[in-house]
Structure formats: structure tokens, C-alpha cells
């Protein structure tokens, strides 16, 4: 593998709620091209056709000269996002999404097979999600096993052309030990018919660009596909935090919550887990609050035209719990919690201060849980996502968190993922854990 020159550049792609985003960086961390594709909010195919389809189209609007410098790419998607598919990587039927709770159907099988308190005691798990898949997929006889794969692991494989990996950031929620490197004995006993990924820590150079590919995008055949990572780690490390009690908030469509600890925690109850991340542990949940819930009432314009007209330092009487749809995941892990949205003030500004402060009290919850856990003591919250620009909702944030809250210097997924790329050339890594 040949070692990165500062004329490369490293391409980081970041497949999100609502949307997928491209960033390339040069060596010294400077974007030098972006670009985003929406999804479309009536799906017109299947999801994973659209998937490929949007990763093509978006490595084609990087212009030529940059395509042609790349290094390395790494990709992210959201996190228990997954799908099976066959030996050829075809799909097998309709990915699940990240918060599809189908899974809840399956939860006492997965009792009955994983510890206590484990992270994939969740509806929303990847293992409750293959469990439910498996239970529905009409399987030929002697068929082979189906392959598992989490959404950035299979539009990993459309570049590189290898199946049947991950990585443990994605491989959490199926039940890998993050600890131990390995998939657990109680995971292996339950025999599966399945073909479980193997797992690669994030960023590792797994392969070229595959040949064709590479030639119809005029990337260079020496380009590596690096194993990736999920949506909101890549939001963490965009910010480029490093210091345990340093915490990212990332308030897209959902709410997702990292504290960089020295303590791993975890407490299935309220959906908490710890992600690995080089020496140390990254803490925190998902919750299904978030900006989905603001957009079913606020277009972006509003949004901020009405947020400013809030004031942040006096407290919302509303006692809402903001949620697209019944369930929520972390801090209450509960697939059936309806929403609280009432009562709603016929002020449209007084319904939003209630709805964002809502949301920031689910985040306050969150980190005080990380907290009472035992986790490194929050010093600082960077936000990340759509949310990160409202600055009415970050002073309401920083009154109920008692931490500085500040914008990320990077708030895009895409950043952190670029980044991700870019350490896999350079091994001694640029991220100081
Ligand atoms: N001024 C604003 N204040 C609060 N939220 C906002 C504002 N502008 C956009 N948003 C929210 O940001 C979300 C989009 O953020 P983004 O990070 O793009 O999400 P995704 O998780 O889908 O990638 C939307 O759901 C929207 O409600
Ligand atoms: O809600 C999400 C979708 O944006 C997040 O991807 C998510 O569930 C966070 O998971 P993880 O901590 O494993 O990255």
C-alpha cells in the first residue's frame, strides 16, 4: 500500500437520516470538495438500489481533478442499519432501518441468547433486526447462509468488492465484543444461519477501489476502501475532540449523544453503550427525538425566523416529550413511549420553545445518566448537525447542562469519515486517543 504524499486527498462519505454528504480533505485536513444528495421522501425503489445509486452520484459530483488525487475513502452510515443479502451481495429483502422497532417481536429470543443488560437488548438492535429478518426471509432449502451487513458495510463492498466485513463501531449492536475483539461465545453458541461479518477496527484499508469502478470515476486503482464507521461516531470525530469529559451532541433528524470517557458503561435499560475507540470508550445513546419531530411542524425558515424570537434563560412551562412517533430508545429505552406534544399553545413561538426545550431536557437526562453511571464527568458538549446553528437552542442547551456548549468546528459526518480515511494511510493516526 502506498504511503499518502501531501498531493493526495481522502474522501470521507456519510450516508445520514435524511440524506448522504461527501467530503474530500487534502493532507493537512483542508476540504478541498463536498458534496450532498437528499433521499427522496417517497422512496421510488428499493432502499438499497437507492443507496448505490446516491453513492455513485455523489462520488461523481467530486470534480474530476479531486477524484483523481484520491488516496483513500471511508464511508459511515447510520448505526443497526442493516440488511442481508447473498453470496453476490444482492440484497434479499428490504434493509432495515436504523429505528424500524420491528425487532421488538424478537426480543425474547434475544433474551434468551445474550447476557443481561446487553446493548442488543433493544428492538432497534442489529441483532433483533437479523433475528426478524431471518424469521421472515423465505430461504431455499440448501440455500446458502445470507450474509449480514450494516448499511455502510454493503455500500463499502459496491467499491471494494469484498463481502462479508464490518467494523466494530457498526458490529456493536450485533453483539460483538468490543472489549475482547471477538464475537462472544453466548453469540457464536446460538448458531445463527447466518454469515456474521468479520470485523475490522474502523478506518483499516480493507482493499483497492475495485478496477471498473475505479476507471468509470477516474479514481486512481491504487485508492483504498477503508472499513468505516456509523453516523454519529463520524460526527464525533469531525469535531475533533480528544480529551475524556469532552461530548458531542449530534441534533440532526435524531439526538445522539457521545461523551468520550475513560469508564466504559453500560445499561440496556436506558439504551446506553460504549463504543471503543482507540484506548478509550465513547458513551452515550440514540434517542429518536430530535429535528424529525421540528420538521413535522417547522420548515427550516421558521425554524430559525421563530427561535429567535424565543428567550433562551427563561424556562418553558410545556412538559412536552418530543418523538416523530411512539418509542424511544435512550434515555428511556422503550419501543412503545407515546410523545408527549401537549398541551400546544396556539403561539407558534411558545410550541417551539417547549419542543426544543423538550429536546434539550432528553439530552440533559441522557448525560446525567452517563453520569450516574460513572462515566468521565462532562466538561464540554460540541453539537454537530442541523441543530447546531440555532443558537437561541444552544443557550437553552448550556442553562440545563451547566457545561459550555459550543458549535463543532466541523459539524459534518462526512468530515470525521474523511478523517477516517485519511488515518488509515497515515498509521500513527491523527486522532490521539
Ligand atoms: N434553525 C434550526 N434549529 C433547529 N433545528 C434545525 C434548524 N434548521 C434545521 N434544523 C433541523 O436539523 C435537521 C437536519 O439536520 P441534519 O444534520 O441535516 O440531519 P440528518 O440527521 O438527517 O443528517 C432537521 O430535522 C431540522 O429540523
Ligand atoms: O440515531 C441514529 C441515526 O442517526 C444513530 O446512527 C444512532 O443510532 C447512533 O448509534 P451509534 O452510537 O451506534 O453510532
Known amino acids: 500500500?502506498?504511503?499518502?504524499?501531501?498531493?493526495?486527498?481522502?474522501?470521507?462519505?456519510?450516508?445520514?437520516?435524511?440524506?448522504?454528504?461527501?467530503?474530500?480533505?487534502?493532507?493537512?485536513?483542508?476540504?478541498?470538495?463536498?458534496?450532498?444528495?437528499?433521499?427522496?421522501?417517497?422512496?421510488?425503489s428499493a432502499l438499497a438500489e437507492i443507496w448505490r445509486d446516491t453513492l455513485l452520484a455523489l462520488i461523481?459530483?467530486?470534480?474530476?481533478?479531486?477524484?483523481?488525487?484520491?488516496?483513500?475513502?471511508?464511508?459511515?452510515?447510520?448505526?443497526?442499519?442493516?440488511?442481508?443479502?447473498?453470496?453476490?451481495?444482492?440484497?434479499?429483502?428490504?434493509?432495515?432501518?436504523?429505528?424500524?422497532?420491528?425487532?421488538?417481536?424478537?426480543?425474547?429470543?434475544?433474551?434468551?441468547?445474550?447476557?443481561?443488560?446487553?446493548?442488543?437488548?433493544?428492538?432497534?438492535?442489529?441483532?433483533?433486526?437479523?433475528?426478524?429478518?431471518?424469521?421472515?426471509?423465505?430461504?431455499?432449502?440448501?440455500?446458502?447462509?445470507?450474509?449480514?451487513?450494516?448499511?455502510?458495510?454493503?455500500?463499502?463492498?459496491?467499491?471494494?468488492?469484498?463481502?462479508?466485513?464490518?467494523?466494530?463501531?457498526?458490529?456493536?449492536?450485533?453483539?460483538?465484543?468490543?472489549?475482547?475483539?471477538?464475537?462472544?461465545?453466548?453469540?457464536?453458541?446460538?448458531?445463527?444461519?447466518?454469515?456474521?461479518?468479520?470485523?475490522?477496527?474502523?478506518?483499516?484499508?480493507?482493499?483497492?477501489?475495485?478496477?471498473?469502478?475505479?476507471?468509470?470515476?477516474?479514481?486512481?486503482?491504487?485508492?483504498?476502501?477503508?472499513?468505516?464507521?456509523?453516523?454519529?461516531?463520524?460526527?464525533?470525530?469531525?469535531?475533533?475532540?480528544?480529551?475524556?469529559?469532552?461530548a458531542v451532541t449530534s441534533l440532526g433528524s435524531t439526538l445522539v449523544l457521545k461523551l468520550l470517557s475513560t469508564v466504559r458503561v453500560e445499561d440496556a435499560a436506558s439504551g446506553i453503550y460504549s463504543h471503543r475507540l482507540g484506548n478509550l470508550w465513547l458513551v452515550g445513546g440514540a434517542s429518536n427525538t430530535g429535528g424529525a419531530v421540528l420538521r413535522q411542524f417547522f420548515s427550516d425558515a421558521e425554524l430559525a425566523a421563530l427561535s429567535a424570537q424565543i428567550d433562551p434563560s427563561r424556562p418553558s412551562p410545556q412538559d412536552y416529550y418530543p418523538l416523530p412517533k411512539p418509542g424511544d430508545r435512550f434515555p428511556i429505552n422503550d419501543p412503545n413511549l407515546p410523545p408527549c406534544l401537549e398541551p400546544r399553545p396556539d403561539n407558534p413561538v411558545e410550541f417551539l420553545h417547549g419542543l426544543l426545550e423538550g429536546i434539550a431536557r432528553i439530552e440533559a437526562l441522557g448525560y446525567r445518566r452517563l453520569a450516574d453511571l460513572g462515566a468521565t464527568p462532562l466538561r464540554e458538549v460540541l453539537t454537530a448537525g442541523g441543530g447546531a446553528q440555532n443558537e437561541v437552542w444552544t443557550n437553552v442547551r448550556s442553562r440545563l447542562l451547566q457545561v459550555p456548549v459550543l458549535p463543532s468546528p466541523h459539524t459534518e459526518a462526512a468530515y470525521g469519515t474523511a478523517r477516517l480515511a485519511r488515518a488509515a494511510l497515515q498509521p500513527d493516526g491523527d486522532f490521539g486517543f
Not at 501531501?6 to 487534502?26: E, K, N, P, V
Not at 485536513?29 to 421510488?44: H, K, M, N, T, Y
Not at 474530476?64 to 488525487?69: D, F, K, N
Open 60 to 246: 461523481a459530483q467530486i470534480p474530476a481533478e479531486i477524484r483523481q488525487t484520491l488516496a483513500a475513502i471511508a464511508l459511515d452510515g447510520t448505526s443497526s442499519t442493516v440488511l442481508l443479502c447473498d453470496d453476490a451481495g444482492i440484497p434479499l429483502a428490504e434493509p432495515l432501518l436504523y429505528n424500524d422497532a420491528r425487532g421488538a417481536a424478537m426480543l425474547d429470543q434475544v433474551t434468551a441468547i445474550a447476557p443481561p443488560q446487553h446493548t442488543v437488548l433493544s428492538a432497534t438492535s442489529s441483532l433483533a433486526k437479523l433475528l426478524w429478518l431471518l424469521s421472515t426471509l423465505p430461504l431455499a432449502q440448501n440455500a446458502p447462509p445470507p450474509h449480514l451487513l450494516h448499511q455502510a458495510d454493503w455500500l463499502a463492498f459496491l467499491l471494494h468488492g469484498r463481502l462479508g466485513l464490518s467494523d466494530y463501531h457498526n458490529a456493536l449492536k450485533l453483539g460483538y465484543d468490543v472489549g475482547a475483539l471477538r464475537y462472544p461465545d453466548w453469540l457464536l453458541a446460538a448458531n445463527l444461519p447466518v454469515q456474521l461479518p468479520q470485523i475490522n477496527a474502523p478506518g483499516t484499508a480493507i482493499a483497492p477501489i475495485l478496477p471498473d469502478l475505479g476507471d468509470r470515476l477516474g479514481i486512481p486503482a491504487t485508492c483504498q476502501i477503508c472499513a468505516g464507521t456509523t453516523d454519529s461516531i463520524a460526527a464525533f470525530l469531525a469535531s475533533g475532540a480528544s480529551t475524556p469529559g469532552q
Open 1 to 44: 500500500m502506498p504511503a499518502a504524499t501531501s498531493l493526495h486527498t481522502f474522501l470521507g462519505i456519510d450516508f445520514g437520516t435524511s440524506g448522504a454528504r461527501a467530503i474530500a480533505i487534502s493532507a493537512s485536513g483542508e476540504i478541498v470538495a463536498q458534496a450532498s444528495l437528499p433521499f427522496p421522501s417517497v422512496p421510488s
